[in-house]
């Protein structure tokens, strides 16, 4: 009896089948122009602290915030305005104590001249780019100090880091080169601020 096995190959079809390259499929929607197999770099986690210096409480007429200009010698964001900001090392005990360290480090000042008015709460940013996950912790100092917003800003000492310090109005932000996501910061941590006022200010 013979059995007929119309639907397999012949072995000398199967040896080619074997040692021939699988086809090549192609996107049904992205031209083969676009297609790359190639994936982006993983992301380097970062932790860091920012701090506004203040020149007062957000109600006082002359409030002002200060913005430092980075340097030409920072590798990362140069010439770009910032909050006083830096990586959290392994030897702080907090993100707050990485915050005073790091102002006292490019600043020069520590209390009982600054005084914290708000430790906001974190958040992330990408920076596709540098390839780097940020994590932000935003805080908001008070310098103890007399006089307007230009003797307050001569207490401050510039480092290597930096080239420049204003102190600026919140509206005035917008119009400067900033780092990447520092308006949000900023908006975020004084409505903290300002929402602990009015919650005092009800009791």
Excluded: N
């Amino acid at each position: 009896m013979r059995f007929f096995l119309p639907h397999f190959r012949s072995p000398r079809s199967t040896t080619h089948l074997l040692s021939s390259p699988p086809p090549r499929l192609k996107h049904p929607h992205l031209p083969s122009s676009r297609l790359t197999s190639s994936t982006p770099p993983p992301l380097t986690p970062r932790a860091i602290v920012s701090s506004f210096l203040c020149t007062g409480p957000p109600s006082h007429p002359f409030f002002r915030i200060s913005l430092f200009k980075r340097s030409a010698s920072v590798p990362v964001y140069p010439h770009l305005w910032a909050a006083c900001s830096g990586s959290i090392e392994p030897s702080d005990a907090s993100p707050l104590a990485a915050a005073l360290r790091e102002i006292h480090e490019e600043t020069g000042l520590q209390p009982p001249a600054i005084e914290l008015l708000r430790a906001g709460a974190s958040y992330e940013l990408v920076d596709a780019a540098l390839a780097t996950r940020w994590t932000i912790w935003p805080f908001v100092w008070m310098l103890r100090g007399e006089g307007g917003p230009e003797k307050l800003q001569g207490m401050v000492r510039l480092g290597e880091e930096h080239s420049e310090v204003r102190f600026v109005r919140v509206e005035e932000v917008e119009g400067l080169e900033t780092v990447e996501g520092l308006g949000r910061g900023l908006r975020g941590v004084l409505s903290e601020v300002e929402g602990e006022g009015k919650e005092g200010g009800g009791e």
